[in-house]
């Protein structure tokens, strides 16, 4: 499903800004992924929290959404046959088989001081010791024709995982690791295809998990593969001429009863992550009784302020980007002044920024 840009043509890129010191931007993961600060932004004054005590902040009967997507290794290194030096970051995985020679296709960013043309061929390398493997340029694809269509010689995903390293966003200045590909993802991924992590499902580790089922609130997830996109700067100074990047996203029946149960009950549905909330809003966007339309769709939702959520009423989140997409989404739902003030007291407050940061936890205004 496809939706169009609800932007107001008054709002602009600069009421989205914020001053960010860049040593509050973290490389690595808190020691425990609980131990994560988690900021209180319900109501004022804000409450200055560590992540494990959320459980205690939910009622019994409310709802947790999770994303349950897995990260891929989608980034490659390898080189043309002229020998310049390509790096890929896989977009997206089309169905196998591609083709009945047992080709693969996918889709990627293609980083190149000369861009390849169709017919061309890619030798990726192996990872640590690894073999590598031949891939052969089909053309151009996706918004712009900014994507790549790869020929892969075999399963795509296990052709990653052979030779395939970690894609940390690009404000992560380090090689990947053994403690990314670890803490990279959530311990509770399923669904292999996202190209980066629902950042705020990270501060999950089995103990909280057991505390909130010990608190009586429930458990839910829908699937949606984070492309790189969610790191596309927003260009237009007029938030109406932007245009989002499509995302696919699957709902189960079992969740939309699990939201339809939690709602009968008088509980709240508490999304974790912006990739959950968008996927919830996207689903409900025009059914008649504002629950999720289960199943497997596609989105390309922009919410701003004046979205009216129809699912969602309180949201686990990590800090965003300034100037982003996501930071709209939360100005969106807690309002724009919040927004501004919870930033600032986090950057007051030294907060940890970004994936591999802290979190909030935010009530819907309205």
Same mark, same amino acid.
């Given at each position: ?24 931007i973290a490389q690595h993961p808190a020691a425990e992924r609980s131990a994560s600060r988690l900021l209180d932004g319900r ?79 890619v030798d990726f390398d192996g990872r640590d010791g690894a073999p590598g493997f031949r891939a052969e340029v089909l053309g ?32 992560? $200045?380090?090689?990947?690791?053994? @403690?990314? *590909?670890? #803490? ?6 399923? &669904? %292999? /295809? +996202? ?7 990270l501060h999950f580790d089995e103990g909280v998990l057991a505390a909130l089922d010990a608190r009586g609130v429930q458990r ?54 912006? $990739?959950?909330?968008?996927?919830? @809003?996207? *689903?409900? #966007? ?6 999720? &339309? %289960? /199943? +497997? ?70």
């Amino acid at each position: 499903m496809s939706a169009t840009p609800q932007a107001s043509p008054e709002l602009r890129l600069a009421d989205f800004d914020y001053t960010l010191p860049p040593e509050l931007i973290a490389q690595h993961p808190a020691a425990e992924r609980s131990a994560s600060r988690l900021l209180d932004g319900r109501a004022e004054p804000f409450a200055d929290r560590v992540f494990r005590e959320l459980p205690a902040l939910l009622n019994p009967g409310d709802l947790l959404v999770f994303n349950d997507t897995q990260v891929i290794p989608a980034r490659l290194h390898g080189a043309k046959a002229s020998g310049g030096r390509v790096e890929a970051l896989v977009e997206r995985v089309l169905p196998a088989p591609a083709t009945p020679e047992g080709v693969h296709e996918v889709w990627a960013h293609l980083r190149a001081s000369k861009s390849p043309k169709a017919g061309q061929a890619v030798d990726f390398d192996g990872r640590d010791g690894a073999p590598g493997f031949r891939a052969e340029v089909l053309g151009r694809c996706g918004p712009e024709d900014s994507l790549f269509r790869l020929a892969f010689p075999g399963e795509a995903l296990a052709l990653l995982a052979r030779c395939g390293h970690v894609p940390l966003p690009p404000y992560i $200045t380090h090689a990947d690791d053994a @403690e990314d *590909a670890r #803490r990279y993802q959530t311990v509770f991924a399923r &669904a %292999p /295809g +996202a190209v980066a992590a629902p950042t705020a499902s990270l501060h999950f580790d089995e103990g909280v998990l057991a505390a909130l089922d010990a608190r009586g609130v429930q458990r839910a997830a829908v699937t949606l593969h984070v492309g790189a996109g969610t790191f596309q700067p927003v260009r237009a100074e007029r938030l109406s001429e932007h245009r989002m990047h499509s995302e696919c996203f699957e709902v189960p029946a079992a969740t939309v009863d699990a939201i339809a149960r939690t709602r009968a009950a008088g509980g709240r549905i508490v999304a974790v992550g912006t $990739t959950t909330l968008r996927a919830l @809003e996207s *689903a409900a #966007r025009n059914t008649p009784d504002g629950l999720p &339309a %289960p /199943g +497997a769709q596609e989105t390309d939702i922009f919410i701003t302020p004046g979205f009216r959520f129809r699912v969602v009423e309180r949201l686990v989140t990590n800090f965003h980007l300034p100037k982003s997409t996501l930071l709209m989404l939360v100005s969106a739902f807690t309002g724009h002044a919040r927004m501004q003030a919870l930033y600032a007291h986090a950057v007051a407050q030294r907060y940890r920024f970004f994936s591999y940061g802290d979190a909030m936890l935010l009530d819907r205004v309205g």
